[in-house]
């Protein structure tokens, strides 16, 4: 359905602004981020105060078998963040500012 509007989008991207997000959802994708560690929370809270659409956001002091982004991060650091993409994670980072610089680097902001 969203291949039949390409060129809608294209042309009238005002109009069409909802379709126009949901393609760039699925050329660019959704930004998993997983924090974890026993400081989580200051991380989470900084994450939280920054403008970061289409991502999905899970954060654990401990390990969670009951979501698969949670399964097998470390847990020992005072906070380790990750940022992932189809379940797939790059090496966590420790700050929220080298977040920032993974995602721009990917292109996100």
């Given at each position: 359905m969203l291949d039949g509007l390409h060129t809608a989008i294209i042309n009238y991207p005002t109009?069409?602004?909802?379709w126009a997000a949901l393609m760039i959802k699925q050329a660019y994708g959704i930004n998993e981020i997983v924090i974890t560690g026993k400081a989580y929370k200051e991380i989470r809270n900084s994450v939280l105060e920054h403008y970061m659409p289409d991502k999905i956001l899970q954060c654990d002091s401990s390990e969670s078998n009951e979501f698969p982004l949670l399964k097998g991060k470390d847990y020992s650091a005072d906070a380790c963040v990750y940022l992932c993409k189809n379940y797939r994670c790059?090496?966590?980072c420790n700050?929220?500012?080298e977040l920032l610089l993974l995602l721009k680097d990917l292109g996100n902001k």
């Amino acid at each position: 359905m969203l291949d039949g509007l390409h060129t809608a989008i294209i042309n009238y991207p005002t109009s069409f602004a909802n379709w126009a997000a949901l393609m760039i959802k699925q050329a660019y994708g959704i930004n998993e981020i997983v924090i974890t560690g026993k400081a989580y929370k200051e991380i989470r809270n900084s994450v939280l105060e920054h403008y970061m659409p289409d991502k999905i956001l899970q954060c654990d002091s401990s390990e969670s078998n009951e979501f698969p982004l949670l399964k097998g991060k470390d847990y020992s650091a005072d906070a380790c963040v990750y940022l992932c993409k189809n379940y797939r994670c790059l090496p966590p980072c420790n700050t929220l500012e080298e977040l920032l610089l993974l995602l721009k680097d990917l292109g996100n902001k």
